[in-house]
């Protein structure tokens, strides 16, 4: 039997301690109803987050907001929390892919809302407005986007349980 100490915790060296039969037997279980609750708490959240930033943008400095086209947002009290919201489930749809199927799956989902996040970012900066339009509108979609992974993130270290050998690990 593995020891089991604070100050020793499972780590790929730890692995390599397990005799053959108990690291095959490795299974990881993913909570999907867990992911998704936290998925839907955070895309409420990010909904949040878009009309506080909406409010401060456009009612407080009175600077438009810019879709990645680089095209005013008209209604943006409604799409850019609409929008994050359907990116936040979206991403938790990804999260729960890589969770199933990915060794390291937070690290990936990091860096793929990381590149998401910039192709938004700089879609806003290559098509055009003012640079104040760009630079409030950019802030906001990163603040969004952060948000998101983050939050996420997080949810993913409480959806997912392994074990070994039928002994649950975390």
């Known amino acids: 039997r593995p020891p089991r100490s604070?100050?020793?915790?499972?780590?790929?060296?730890f692995r390599s301690w397990l005799p053959a039969s108990w690291a095959a037997s490795q299974q990881t279980e993913v909570s999907a109803r867990r992911l998704w609750a936290g998925g839907g708490a955070t895309a409420v959240v990010a909904a949040?987050?878009?009309?506080?930033?909406?409010?401060?943008?456009?009612?407080?400095?009175?600077i438009p907001i810019l879709s990645a086209k680089g095209q005013l947002v008209n209604q943006a009290m409604t799409v850019v929390p609409i929008s994050a919201a359907l990116a936040a489930l979206v991403a938790t749809a990804l999260l729960h892919l890589l969770l199933l199927?990915?060794?390291?799956?937070?690290?990936?989902?990091?860096?793929?809302c990381a590149i998401v996040v910039a192709i938004i970012v700089l879609q806003v900066f290559i098509v055009g407005g003012t640079?104040?339009?760009?630079v409030a509108t950019s802030v906001l979609?990163?603040?969004?986007?952060?948000?998101i992974s983050c939050l996420l993130s997080g949810v993913a270290r409480t959806a997912v349980r392994d074990f070994i050998a039928g002994?649950?690990?975390?």
């Open 131 to 134: 640079t104040e339009q760009q």
């Open 48 to 62: 949040g987050i878009g009309v506080v930033g909406v409010l401060l943008i456009r009612g407080l400095l009175g």
């Open 101 to 112: 199927t990915t060794p390291r799956p937070t690290a990936f989902f990091g860096a793929i």
């Open 141 to 147: 979609y990163v603040v969004i986007g952060v948000a």
């Open 6 to 13: 604070t100050l020793f915790p499972y780590t790929p060296l």
């Open 167 to 170: 002994v649950r690990l975390r």
